[in-house]
T-cell receptor, first 112, second 117 residues
Framework: GENVEQHPSTLSVQEGDSAVIKCTYS??????FPWYKQELGKRPQLIID?????GEKKDQRIAVTLNKTAKHFSLHITETQPEDSAVYFC???????????FGDGTTLTVKP | DTEVTQTPKHLVMGMTNKKSLKCEQH?????MYWYKQKAKKPPELMFV???????INESVPSRFSPECPNSSLLNLHLHALQPEDSALYLC????????????????FGAGSRLTVL
């Protein structure tokens, strides 16, 4: 089955700095890669996603890049703010299989 | 309505009790999911219902019994649970059903926090 590895497990940055979280996956059939943000005590929420026919996608301060050859994808957050502090999960899935495999999560702390 | 609603928010039960968790969505989504999440861990898939039929069971013990009465509702019946089953149970839905084209973008509910004594 699919295996997703996520690094780092914790990340601390100063407000205004950039943060990068990286994930690798094992199943070359995976073609949909979402990122979820989970604040303490809250539900996971989709913040950005990318499909395998696209190399990069950007939404304001958040961007995701995908390298299908190397089987890795990354989340980039620029101009970080304290409200970006949360646990971020990457995931990989085959489009219509109904199964998302999650990474172990990255706890991001943005210090004011 | 763009939400997935779960009840109850908190549940405490003994190992001999029978209880149910409920999930509802009115977005017309065709797939609904149960995930289990332990503290500081990612969500783990338990069950997937697609077009009201069980399509994935991730080898979940029979003390967890899912039910999908209609396209908007998903239940998880609990019986003879163990303390290690204490966790946050997340329901999710996606517009696409399994086997349909399009990515399975998950919308999660707020979860039901279960404590088994």
């Amino acid at each position: 089955g699919e295996n997703v590895e996520q690094h780092p497990s914790t990340l601390s940055v100063q407000e205004g700095d950039s943060a990068v979280i990286k994930c690798t996956y094992s199943d070359s059939a995976s073609n949909y890669f979402p990122w979820y943000k989970q604040e303490l005590g809250k539900r996971p929420q989709l913040i950005i996603d990318i499909r395998s026919n696209v190399g990069e996608k950007k939404d304001q301060r958040i961007a995701v890049t995908l390298n299908k050859t190397a089987k890795h994808f990354s989340l980039h957050i620029t101009e970080t703010q304290p409200e970006d502090s949360a646990v971020y999960f990457c995931a990989a899935s085959i489009n219509n299989a109904g199964k998302s495999t999650f990474g172990d999560g990255t706890t991001l702390t943005v210090k004011p | 309505d763009t939400e997935v609603t779960q009840t109850p928010k908190h549940l405490v039960m003994g190992m001999t009790n029978k209880k149910s968790l409920k999930c509802e969505q009115h977005m017309g989504h065709r797939a609904m999911y149960w995930y289990k999440q332990k503290a500081k861990k990612p969500p783990e898939l338990m069950f997937v219902y697609s077009y009201e039929k069980l399509s994935i069971n991730e080898s979940v013990p029979s003390r967890f019994s899912p039910e999908c009465p209609n396209s908007s509702l998903l239940n998880l019946h609990l019986h003879a649970l163990q303390p290690e089953d204490s966790a946050l149970y997340l329901c999710a839905s996606s517009q696409s059903g399994t086997g349909s084209s399009g990515a399975n973008v998950l919308t999660f509910g707020a979860g039901s926090r279960l404590t088994v004594l």
